[in-house]
């Protein structure tokens, strides 16, 4: 998602005739506002000082827009003519004309996350070079055709309870001119519900695949790109008015990581889909990010903080184990911290060997860290970087991924590997990249990409 700022005419839903220009401004940090010449008198009614949300649609170089989630900011008084009236926008639908009457209904729902194709580990573009009979030099040489080649792969399926999963692998054409050109692919994930539904249902799948990649590969991956398919309601036969893409503006978890280098290879990883399939591996993901969503939630708060905010990364990170125990455990009375960890961390030594090699000592130093931060004088900015908290945080956020990963059913991974009889099978195998890592407190930094 980019930045944008885009002028064009915009009006109420309800009132088309009342259209005034304005500019829209949209950045993935803050989200979108709408600035106009004027004021929407008919949609604006004041409450306690407070704006009544509303929906706004627009024009800009021929395409549609609707602004949903609008509420009036403030008003400058600078012409009295013209005043100028903020809008904050909550999402910005571009491409499609949706009413403020009735929820909207979506088809289908595509989306793009960071280090997607790296997670996937393919590559289907080769190059390819051949002699040019065409063009002889002087010795009577052929001169070398080089050609690049993309094979498109076959779409990688799977079914969930509620709708159809696929991942698509598209070719990409960038920075062409008279001497070079870049070629790349990307891949798409689409989700099809089995019935229409409002954009509320169809955002979980999303961010439920977010999760998955963020904590398989160690590293926060935002969404770079989401579009949705919308029919119209007006229309009366599936022939009468096909599906339209309709892309969505607005600030996801990681936006701030948007400009940063995305490159990451396979050996950085906690684990990659190379071995599995994707489609299928992420289907049987989403149930176990529906049960442990809290912790899920919590984790994923911790891990798209900045690295410097140590206190609050352990802090966070703390909570999040305890939510993720109370929910595998059900624990009828109160367990100590420390005693969490060392549970936790038993769960996952089997398969990843990750254990420090004095466990209750490591559990004991995190709890007394976490409680010096749980007791620390809120009232005080903390601005000093602990590296203990740092490395805390680090650990306990580890710990709760491979806890979290280790819920994906291995007996489901390896039936799903069976229709892939040349990969290897076995969720451990696929994770043997953990067992010659370095113990948690131990390990580098860049184990987490961090």
């Not at 064009?8 to 950045?27: H, T």
């Not at 539904?197 to 160690?218: F, R, T």
Request: contains cysteine; negative net charge; glycine residues 6%.
């Amino acid at each position: 998602m980019k930045a944008f700022e885009r002028r064009g005419r915009f009006w109420p839903s309800e009132d088309p005739s009342n259209w005034l220009p304005g500019v829209l401004r949209f950045d993935p940090l803050v989200g979108a506002h709408l600035e106009t010449e004027g004021s929407f008198w008919s949609v604006t009614h004041l409450f306690n000082g407070q704006s009544a949300r509303t929906t706004l649609l627009g024009e800009i170089d021929g395409v549609t827009y609707t602004l949903d989630g609008c509420y009036r900011r403030s008003r400058s008084t600078k012409d009295s003519d013209f005043p100028s009236t903020r809008w904050e926008v909550d999402v910005v639908y571009e491409g499609c004309r949706l009413s403020a009457r009735a929820q909207p209904l979506f088809t289908q729902i595509s989306f793009r996350i960071a280090h997607l194709e790296s997670w996937l580990g393919r590559s289907n573009i080769r190059q390819e070079t051949e002699p040019d009979f065409e063009k002889i030099i002087f010795d009577e040489t052929p001169l070398e055709r080089v050609s690049l080649i993309w094979e498109r792969p076959p779409q990688e399926a799977a079914e969930t309870d509620d709708g159809h999963l696929e991942i698509e692998f598209l070719p990409q054409c960038g920075n062409t001119d008279l001497v070079s050109a870049k070629i790349s692919e990307r891949a798409v994930i689409t989700f099809t519900p089995c019935e229409p539904a409002p954009i509320d249902q169809l955002l979980p799948i999303v961010g439920g695949v977010q999760q998955l990649i963020s904590m398989s590969i160690g590293r926060a991956a935002p969404i770079t790109e989401i579009e949705v398919m919308h029919k119209p309601p007006w229309s009366v036969s599936e022939s009468a008015s096909s599906a339209k893409p309709v892309l969505i503006h607005a600030p996801f978890r990681g936006s701030f990581l948007l400009g940063e280098d995305f490159t990451i290879s396979s050996d950085e990883m906690l684990f990659s889909a190379e071995r599995t399939s994707g489609a299928y591996l992420i289907a049987q993901w989403l149930p176990v990010a529906e049960t442990y969503q809290i912790a899920v939630d919590l984790l994923m708060t911790s891990r798209y903080m900045p690295v410097a905010e140590s206190r609050s990364r352990l802090a966070i990170a703390s909570g999040a184990v305890e939510a993720f125990y109370n929910i595998k455990f059900q624990p009828s009375s109160f367990v100590e911290f420390a005693d969490r960890l060392k549970r936790l961390a038993a769960c996952v030594e089997r398969e990843f060997h990750v254990l420090p090699r004095d466990v209750e000592e490591w559990a004991k130093r995190v709890k007394r860290d976490r409680t010096q931060v749980m007791h620390s004088d809120p009232r005080r900015r903390h601005t000093k970087v602990v590296p203990a908290y740092q490395t805390h945080a680090d650990d306990v956020e580890y710990l709760l991924m491979l806890c979290i990963l280790r819920e994906i059913d291995e007996d489901t991974l390896i039936f799903g590997l069976g229709r892939r009889p040349e990969r290897r099978s076995g969720l451990s195998e696929q994770l043997d990249i953990l067992t010659h890592r370095a113990p948690l407190s131990g390990r580098p930094a860049r184990d987490l990409g961090r």
